[in-house]
């Protein structure tokens, strides 16, 4: 993994498939770390395993405990309801 910095804290754009964000961008194309290197500004550090940056846990995942999956309760109607004007 390589972490590329910006020569620009305010740099939010993407490059070449590398999304800049406060003007730092990770990869682990080795390609594309050597060629920002070659950049004037930008500068490329190797990240091992255990200095990777984590996303944040910031919105819980997955279901929530009081969603059944119910889709009479999201407004279908069931097959023993008639269609309205149909009476």
Do not use: C, H
């Not at 406060?22 to 190797?46: K, M, P, Y």
Request: glycine letters at 10%; proline letters at 5%; hydrophobic letters at 30%.
């Amino acid at each position: 993994m390589y972490k590329i910095k910006a020569p620009n804290e305010e740099y939010d754009r993407k490059i070449g498939g590398v999304q800049f964000v406060s003007g730092e961008a990770q990869t682990d194309n080795e390609w594309l770390a050597s060629w920002f290197s070659g950049r004037a500004g930008f500068t490329v550090e190797t990240v091992t395993a255990e200095e990777e940056i984590e996303p944040t846990e910031d919105k819980p995942r997955g279901k929530r405990r009081n969603d059944k999956g119910n889709a009479d309760a999201a407004g279908a109607k069931s097959a023993a309801e008639p269609a309205a004007g149909n009476a």
